[in-house]
């Protein structure tokens, strides 16, 4: 009797300690997983802030790439306006070049028709 009255006492022990002990898991299990979340919630925040970053970079360059394009673009047209210009001076002045030379036959023709003339 006087070993089931001590089982009895240590049960009755632990029965008024057991609310203590799961007090003190559940605090500790609890403080385990927000520091496990916060970990992982500080990393997947520096995961996603470096990977922004480099999306920005990596337009920014981009954005570099077709400013030179355009600069590069821009060079093209304005050497082909020049050469456009040149042509279109260069077929006025064969233009040029020859109605003054068919108006030169003329004139020496005529000069001739009248030498002719004055001739006879």
């Known amino acids: 009797m006087a070993a089931a009255e001590s089982e009895l006492i240590e049960l009755r022990k632990k029965d008024s300690a057991t609310p203590k002990i799961i007090e003190q898991a559940v605090k500790d299990a609890v403080t385990a997983n927000t520091e496990k979340l916060s970990t992982?919630?500080?990393f997947e925040s520096?995961?996603?802030a470096k990977e922004f970053e480099s999306d920005l970079k990596l337009r920014d360059?981009?954005?570099l790439n077709l400013k030179a394009k355009i600069k590069d673009i821009e060079g093209q047209l304005a050497q082909f306006t020049?050469?456009?210009e040149q042509a279109e001076k260069s077929s006025r002045d064969i233009a040029i070049k020859a109605i003054e030379s068919s108006s030169n036959y003329k004139i020496i023709d005529r000069v001739r028709e009248s030498k002719d003339e004055g001739n006879k």
Do not use: F
């Open 40 to 42: 992982n919630y500080k």
């Open 46 to 48: 520096q995961m996603k």
């Open 61 to 63: 360059q981009e954005i």
């Open 82 to 84: 020049l050469k456009a």
